[in-house]
């Protein structure tokens, strides 16, 4: 029998993990709306802080810049150079101490030509390539530093060889090597010219496998690799100094031609350049440290630090616009981790979901019906836990039906409908579909009638909140637009032959649609217009003559503009006598109408409060003084209270 052997799963997210929750995103969207987000702001937001328990981006791009800071102390870029000048020193003092105790002259010409070896280390090593070492350890340090430039130069081009090269001195290895890159050449001629395939690059890979072990999947992230390293290594150039710009120059040059790669190697360097011109192949960046580093580790180095500040430029932007695709996923993983990229495609797939499962619609992200809905219902839940029972009553949201009796006639039930279902209609249309195709579901969606209702409203409810700038300073603007809302799911299931509409109110007022209030934000222009907002309450109570009539005004500031007679408006601080004037004529109209205005004051603002009081005595209506927290609170129950049988007749 075979036996099977388990381990920790690695590498992705967890297969087990529950797909994303679309319902809990929406929720924690309407918890940021409702406390006075925007619905684009509290979308930027939940990217910037992450969703449920998924990290977001201002987290990944703390951790890029705080990796990108490590790697810029991690050491200095002349790692090779000095380390190759130790090497020769070393082989120059071994080469002295032999031929110090030789009377002849020969050994003091040599010793005149080591003197007189150029402070270029490229060009001192290039003289000594012909000499005849007299000292074995001088001339094994000298091989060691031809070996170990070979090896460098070529293993900062392709990364994954120095798992395969044991010695770059094997001449049938470096064989192997010039053909390797004679392939790549002929390769990168034919994509270039659009010619060549996948087919074509594994055919290059199986050919080379002992180059390339850990071979990208695709051509283009091939390209993308060998770029990468062929761009960092130009701006490692860039970065050094003149004296060892011209010195690393100088030895890879040298070391090129001994491979006989420098022709290859210069063509690759082309392809790559046109291949990916959108790579940062100039520029001079800024390492330090105490060790130095490689050419293959300072190169590599370098092409990390590039990814980490694009990283940082791409995280900032998704956070604002939106477009988490446009994070190069490759280029978090090497940065951060697997578990980085797996944050980032949770977020992914979760924004996908809201679209998906219908809670945003349109290219621009809007809110559908069916999250106004969820969002409303979870706002009057939220206003109803902070009810006293004990004091203001229970109010037990329950759906009471569909509005007004039924027509006679029928149409298709469309999702969120309020109207009754048609049983015997419906079952009907499930039995025809079943005969006709044999088969299917008991029932399906496309089988449910509802039966055509007279809409007759009982009672017409105008709330009309104060949108000014000021409540957005003195934090209540959230809770304006939680209970407006919440009053909106409230009519909506228990009250469903009433009529709603929400009127907000700044410098002019408008009415606001349900689906709009939660990304409703306060207006930047300075006033309160009243006056404008009980003018079009007056018209929206004139449309539902015989319902019973309710204006609830939420406001934190007096009467500061009104509209003109030309239809501009006007603005003035402290309140002029006309504005005053032109609000008393509004709130007299509704009072000779016989529409108590109900006004929820906020804050303790003195004027504001007695010219409440002076209209709540003038109308007839009252004035409540909730805190921001309750506003809710004392807003629904007004309204429970003044739909039940005893308040009914107010």
Known sequence: MSRSRYGPFAG?????????DAGSAIDELGRRMLAGESLRDALRNARRTGLGDRRGLADLARRAAERRRQLSTSGRLDGLLSDLRELLDQALDAERQALFPDPSDDARFREAALDNLPQDLARAISQLAGYDWRADQARQAFEQIQERLRRDVV????RSMSQSISSMSDPAQQQRMRRMIEDLNELLDRHRAGQASQADYQSFIEAHREFFPDAPATLDEFIDELARQSAAMQRMLESMT?????????????????????????????????LRPEFAWTGQQSMSGERGMGLPEA???????????????????????GDLEAVDEQALERALGRSAR????????AQQALVDEGYLTGETLRLSPKAIRRIGRAALRAVFASIDGAE??????????????????????????????DVVRTVQNAARRRAAHGSGPVLHPDDFEVQQTETVTRAAVALLIDRSFSMAVNDTWGAAKTLALALHALTSSAYPLDALQVIA?????????????????????????????LMLAGRF??????????????????????????????????????TVAETVAQVDRLTRRRVPITWFRLGQEPRLTRFLDAMARRNGGRVLAPSADRLGDYVISDYVRTRSPAGSGR
């Open 12 to 20: 992705g997210p967890d297969p087990l993990a529950a797909p994303p």
């Open 155 to 158: 293993d900062q081009q392709f």
């Open 242 to 274: 003149p004296e060892q710009r011209d010195e690393l120059a100088g030895m890879m040059s040298q070391a090129l031609a001994d491979l006989g790669l420098q022709d290859s190697m210069a063509q690759l360097q082309q392809h790559l350049q046109s």
């Open 299 to 321: 190169t590599r180095a370098l092409a990390d630090l590039a990814d980490l500040e694009s990283l940082e430029s791409q995280l900032a932007d998704a956070i604002d616009d």
């Open 342 to 349: 797996d944050d980032l495609q949770a977020m992914q797939q």
């Open 392 to 421: 203001r009553g229970a109010h037990e949201v329950r759906r009471s039906g569909a509005a007004g009796e039924p027509t006679g006639a029928h149409r298709s039930w469309a999702f969120g409908d309020e109207a009754p279902i």
């Open 505 to 533: 109110f700044a410098n002019v007022a408008q009415v606001v649609s349900p689906i709009d209030i939660p990304d409703l934000d306060v207006s930047s222009v300075q006033g309160t217009n009243l006056q404008h907002a």
């Open 541 to 578: 109570l004139d449309r539902h003559p015989g319902a019973q009539r309710i204006i609830m005004v939420v406001t934190d500031g007096e009467p500061t503009a009104h509209l003109l007679a030309d239809g501009d408006w006007w603005f003035d601080w402290p309140p002029s006598q006309e």
